[in-house]
Structures are given as structure tokens and as C-alpha cells.
């Protein structure tokens, strides 16, 4: 699909290779600031997300920036989230983000500091269940 | 100045009368975030900047997300910012940042927490000094 229309204000940097076992579709990843705090920028290609995980004692913060994608948290309904759009992750809350399927999708991923901090990887956001977001 | 063309991604917030005292010219606060990360939107009107400053302990990072501005360390030349920029400014360095004379300009500044952070202010940046910016 077209990136017309799509506004990647940070650059996209490369396919995001390192975990792209965790994702389904095509993502990408650069690296904004890996000192003091964490940053990252992620851009998802339409239908593109990421599995269901869980921040474990640090959260996440995620700052969209372009497109148009989603975020949900296990038991609730799906967010769209749109540029200017800001979802604070606290640890433990299992979740997944990305792409809506018309649209690509860039939000940067701020990474909460916290000793200890790791992701639990957990099983894909199947078809079925993104089939029936809007 | 009028805003076209200035495309504020995160809104813009309220006028920052916090911090007016620390600023020449108007600028805007939006605190996107205040629990595990700190992050807030800051927005300039054009010739709008902060006054020489430190942070202590804890740096800052600015993600640059519109229109044109500054960032200058002390004894250094300015550098300027464009979106997409970002400017990882580690702790107990002399800077400020602001827009350009021409332009609104907005960054994204995330605070790097620390034990014991805090901002010294200093003085403003003068006329003479801004002006030899282009």
C-alpha cells in the first residue's frame, strides 16, 4: 500500500529485523536515544502489529506521530489512536499495538526506566480478532 | 506571526505561565505525560526561546515535531532544528532552545529521570545574540 498521504515525521530508520519473530507484517525501527532514556521510533506497513506482551516492572509510553493504528489491552476494546494520540503502559497490563488496515502507522515508543525491566513476548493477535476492527 | 503551515502534532496546550519568567516571548505547555516518564509538548511562537540553562542530575531530550528552531550549547554555535530532529542533552550542560525568528517551532521534551534533578536558570539570551541566528 501507498505511503501517500503519510507524514513519518522521524525517520524510519531499518526493517525492524530484532523482533520481527514478535510481530506480524512488515515493521520498522530507529533508534532515537538509547542514553538517558529510551526511544525508539516504530513504523508499522497496513496490518502490521505487534504479539500480545506485557512491560514487566518498566512501562512504555507511546507518542503517535503519524497514520492511523490501534492500541488494546487483553479483555478490553481496541483504541484508534491518531497522530497527537498518547497511551501511557503501565507495567504488568498485557497488550499489542499497530497498524490499522488502510493506513501505515508511526508512534514513537518511549521506554520507562526501571531496574528489572524486560518484555514477555506472548501469542499473535490472530486474524479473526483483527479482522473485526474498523 | 501566523501559524500556516505549522502542523503542532500534540496540542498545543496553554500558554506556559510556569515558566514565563524563564522564557522571552510566548510559548505553550502541554504535558503529555507525567507518570513514569515525564514529556511535555512545548510550543514557540517565533523569537520565543528559553533562557540559558542547566539540568542537573537528570538531562533532557528534545524529539523536534514541527516548524524550525534552535538548540545551542554554551560556546558553541547554534544549531538548528528542524522535525524529525533530536537533541539528547546530557546533564550539566549550559544550553537553551527556541524558535526561529520566522517561524513557530515545537519539541517534545522528555525529562531523564534522576535522584535529585532539577533545573538551574540562567540569564536570557540577548537581542544581540539571537539576532546573529539565521
Redesign the interface.
Known amino acids: 500500500m501507498s505511503m501517500r498521504g503519510f507524514?513519518n515525521?522521524?525517520?524510519i530508520g531499518n526493517k525492524n529485523d530484532a523482533y520481527a519473530e514478535y510481530f506480524i507484517g512488515q515493521s520498522y525501527l530507529n533508534m532515537?536515544?538509547t542514553?538517558?532514556?529510551t526511544?525508539g521510533n516504530v513504523t508499522f506497513e497496513p496490518r502490521a502489529r505487534n504479539n500480545w506482551h506485557i512491560h514487566h516492572n518498566?512501562?512504555q509510553?507511546l507518542?503517535v506521530?503519524a497514520g492511523r493504528g490501534y492500541f488494546q489491552e487483553w479483555g478490553k476494546p481496541a483504541r484508534v489512536l491518531y497522530?497527537?494520540d498518547?497511551v501511557?503502559i503501565?507495567p504488568g497490563v498485557k497488550h499489542w499495538h499497530g497498524a490499522a488496515p488502510d493506513s501505515w502507522f508511526a508512534h514513537?515508543a518511549?521506554e520507562?526506566?526501571a531496574v528489572g525491566a524486560y518484555n514477555e513476548w506472548l501469542e499473535p493477535v490472530s486474524e479473526e480478532e483483527y479482522n473485526k476492527l474498523k
Open positions: 507524514n515525521i522521524f525517520p532515537l536515544s542514553t538517558g532514556v526511544i518498566g512501562g509510553i507518542l506521530t497522530p497527537g498518547v501511557n503501565p514513537l518511549v520507562v526506566p
